[in-house]
T-cell receptor, first 110, second 117 residues
Framework: SQKIEQNSEALNIQEGKTATLTCNYT??????LQWYRQDPGRGPVFLLL?????KEKRKERLKVTFDTTLKQSLFHITASQPADSATYLC?????????FGKGTMLLVSP | DGGITQSPKYLFRKEGQNVTLSCEQN?????MYWYRQDPGQGLRLIYY???????QKGDIAEGYSVSREKKESFPLTVTSAQKNPTAFYLC????????????????FGPGTRLTVT
């Protein structure tokens, strides 16, 4: 069955550093992959989408890579800020639906 | 303001009662989705709809029902048959297959936290 793995342990980093979050998957060949941010008690907010034929996508301080051979996506936040503290979800894209990972909590300390 | 609204934010029910969660969007999106989120878990798809008057079961549809009579609205009923209904319920919408093909972002509502005792 399809499996998506995101680090279950929180990632703690200092302000100004680059945060790198990992999303690994098995038994799946997604056409695209998305990353969302979720704050406690709120709905997720879309951040970035990357398609299977793209290696890298950037948006301001955010960068996502997609390696379909390794079955892995990396999500980077450069120059991280305390306001970046949240849970980040990766989602694999099928034809009409998304399959979400459990998310990784990021904590950025001043 | 365009967006998705869910009401109420908190809902309490007694075991054995059906309850309906509201989801409305004014984004003119064709596709709408219902997810359930439990503590420490990812979002799990309950039902989705790509067009009015049509919907499909997601991964965990048992004990739930939906309707899609209007483009803007996609209410979810949690029936008494759902064994563990206490959860955080999220509604989302996207452009959908008909308008934009696959691979578009989903816009989420603020969620409804349902507690059944």
């Amino acid at each position: 069955s399809q499996k998506i793995e995101q680090n279950s342990e929180a990632l703690n980093i200092q302000e100004g550093k680059t945060a790198t979050l990992t999303c690994n998957y098995t038994n799946y060949s997604p056409a695209y992959l998305q990353w969302y941010r979720q704050d406690p008690g709120r709905g997720p907010v879309f951040l970035l989408l990357i398609r299977e034929n793209e290696k890298e996508k950037r948006k301001e301080r955010l960068k996502v890579t997609f390696d379909t051979t390794l079955k892995q996506s990396l999500f980077h936040i450069t120059a991280s800020q305390p306001a970046d503290s949240a849970t980040y979800l990766c989602a694999l894209g099928g034809y009409s639906t998304l399959t979400f990972g459990k998310g990784t909590m990021l904590l950025v300390s001043p | 303001d365009g967006g998705i609204t869910q009401s109420p934010k908190y809902l309490f029910r007694k075991e054995g009662q059906n309850v309906t969660l509201s989801c409305e969007q004014n984004l003119n999106h064709d596709a709408m989705y219902w997810y359930r989120q439990d503590p420490g878990q990812g979002l799990r798809l309950i039902y989705y709809s790509q067009i009015v008057n049509d919907f499909q079961k997601g991964d965990i549809a048992e004990g739930y029902s939906v309707s899609r009579e209007k483009k803007e609205s996609f209410p979810l009923t949690v029936t008494s048959a759902q064994k563990n209904p206490t959860a955080f319920y999220l509604c989302a919408s996207s452009i959908g297959l008909l308008a934009g093909g696959p691979g578009h972002e989903q816009y989420f509502g603020p969620g409804t936290r349902l507690t059944v005792t």
